[in-house]
C-alpha cells in the first residue's frame, strides 16, 4: 500500500525525521493561505499523487509570489498527472504539498527497504541523489552503497558513520543523518513498512539535512493491524477494479490485452498467462480468485473481467483441489447465467472430479469451450479472441 508525500512527512516527523515546512491544500485558495502563514520569499507547489517522477512532467512548480502559487495550485487541483510511472490516463489531483522553499547544496539519496536474499533491511544511499537516481544506478553503480542492518543488532552508529562518509558529510552531519536513519529503521518497523524513500534528502547551505521528499510503502499483508496507516489509503490513486476485487478477496490487477484470465493460485495465474502469450495472445487481467472459490467469487470474477470493454474472450483455468471440479462448474455456469456472458468462455478443470465438471459444462447452449489440457485451452481462446 502506498500514501500520499504529506502523509509520509507526517510520520516522518512522529519519527525525528526533519523535513521542510509545509502543509496539505485541497483548493488553489487554501493554497495560497498555506503559503501566507509558512512566510518566506518561495514556495514549491507538488501534486499529491502516487507516481515518482513527477518534478519532469509539471508536477512540481516553483512559486515567488502568493498569486503564482494559486495560478499552479488552479492548473494542477482537478486534472490527471501522467508520469513515467503511471499508465497513459494518469492519476488524478486531488491535493497539492505546499513547502517553502530552502536553499539547496547537495541533493543526496537514501532509502530503507528489505533485502530478501538476506532476510534483512537494508540501507541504500548515494551521493548523486535527485530525479535521475535510476540513472545513476544503472550507469554508476559504483556511486551507491548499502549496509544491512542485523535482526538482533539493529542499526548501528558504525553503520551510520559509513553512510555518512559515504555520502561526504562531515561534522555535526553525522549526528544529523544517524538520527535520520534511526528514525527510518524505527518507522520500517513499527508500521511494516517495505520501503521508505527519501530523494532527494538535500543538504542546505547551512549544513541541514532534510528529507525533501518522502516515499513510503507498507506491507499489504500487515496493513489490517495499523489502522492509522490503513486510513491513509487513498482509493482514487489506485485502479477502481483493482480496488473492487479487494472487497470480495480477489486478487486482480489490469492489463493491457483483450482475454479476461480466471484462475484459482497466483502461481497458476502466471503460469496461464504467460502461456496465452506465448499462443500469440495478449491477458486482460491476472485474476487470482484464490483457493476456496464459490458462486459468489466467480460472478464477481466475471463482472469484473467483463467490466473491461477490449475482452473478447475469457480462459478460466481452474485446479480443484479443495473444491471439486463438478462444484466449480456448477459454480461457473450459474455465475455466466447471473452476469449474462456473452463473449466465449475457454474453461480448462484439472483436479478431484474433472470429467463430472467436463460434462456439466458440455451440450449448456452457451458459448463455453471444455478444454482438454492448458495449451489446448489457451490456443482455443487465442483463436477466439481473434474471431471477435
Given at each position: 500500500m502506498n500514501i500520499h508525500e504529506f502523509q509520509a512527512k507526517q510520520l516522518f516527523l512522529?519519527?525525528?525525521?526533519?523535513?521542510?515546512?509545509?502543509?496539505?491544500?485541497?483548493?488553489?485558495?487554501?493554497?495560497?493561505q498555506i503559503a501566507r502563514e509558512l512566510g518566506g520569499e518561495g514556495w514549491v507547489v507538488k501534486a499529491q499523487v502516487h507516481a515518482g517522477g513527477r518534478g519532469k512532467v509539471g508536477g512540481v512548480k516553483l512559486a515567488k509570489s502568493f498569486a503564482e502559487v494559486i495560478e499552479h495550485a488552479t492548473a494542477m487541483l482537478g486534472k490527471r498527472l501522467v508520469t513515467i510511472q503511471t499508465d497513459s490516463a494518469g492519476l488524478p489531483i486531488n491535493s497539492l504539498l505546499i513547502e517553502k522553499i530552502y536553499p539547496i547544496k547537495r541533493e543526496l539519496y537514501l532509502s530503507a527497504l528489505v533485502d530478501r536474499a538476506s532476510e534483512r533491511i537494508v540501507f541504500i544511499a548515494s551521493a548523486a541523489g535527485g530525479m535521475d537516481i535510476e540513472t545513476v544506478a544503472h550507469e554508476t553503480p559504483e556511486q551507491i552503497i548499502s549496509v544491512q542492518v542485523h535482526p538482533a543488532a539493529g542499526l548501528q552508529a558504525y553503520q551510520c558513520r559509513k553512510v555518512a562518509y559515504a555520502l561526504g558529510l562531515k561534522g555535526q552531519q553525522h549526528k544529523s543523518l544517524q538520527i535520520i536513519m534511526q528514525g527510518m529503521y524505527d518507522l520500517f518497523l513499527a508500521k511494516d513498512a517495505s520501503q521508505i524513500e527519501i530523494n532527494p534528502l538535500i543538504e542546505t547551505h547551512d549544513g541541514d539535512l532534510l528529507a525533501l521528499d518522502a516515499k513510503i510503502n507498507f506491507d499489504d499483508n500487515a496493513v489490517a493491524i495499523?489502522?492509522?496507516?490503513?486510513?491513509?489509503?487513498?482509493?482514487?490513486?489506485?485502479?477502481?477494479?483493482?480496488?473492487?476485487?479487494?472487497?470480495?478477496g480477489l486478487n486482480y490487477i489490469t492489463l493491457e490485452g483483450n482475454i479476461g484470465c480466471m484462475v484459482n493460485g497466483a502461481g497458476l495465474a502466471m503460469a496461464t498467462m504467460d502461456l496465452v502469450k506465448l499462443k500469440g495472445g495478449l491477458p486482460a487481467n491476472f485474476l487470482d480468485v484464490g483457493g476456496g472459490t464459490n458462486v459468489e467469487k466467480v460472478c464477481e470474477a466475471f463482472k469484473l473481467i467483463l467490466s473491461d470493454t477490449s475482452v473478447k474472450a475469457v480462459m478460466v483455468n481452474i485446479f480443484g483441489g479443495i473444491v471439486k471440479c463438478d462444484v466449480i462448474a456448477s459454480g461457473i455456469l450459474a455465475a455466466i447465467e447471473q452476469v449474462h456472458v456473452?463473449?466465449?468462455?475457454?474453461?480448462?478443470?484439472?483436479?478431484t472430479n474433472v470429467e463430472q465438471g467436463r460434462a456439466l459444462l458440455s451440450n449448456t447452449g452457451l458459448k463455453i469451450y471444455a478444454a482438454d489440457d492448458l495449451a489446448h485451452a489457451a490456443e482455443q481462446v487465442v483463436k477466439l479472441a481473434e474471431a471477435a
Open positions: 512522529k519519527f525525528g525525521i526533519p523535513i521542510p515546512e509545509g502543509k496539505q491544500a485541497t483548493t488553489a485558495d487554501s493554497a495560497g495499523h489502522p492509522d496507516i490503513l486510513a491513509m489509503k487513498d482509493p482514487a490513486q489506485e485502479d477502481a477494479k483493482e480496488n473492487e476485487a479487494q472487497q470480495f456473452t463473449v466465449p468462455v475457454v474453461v480448462r478443470l484439472e483436479g
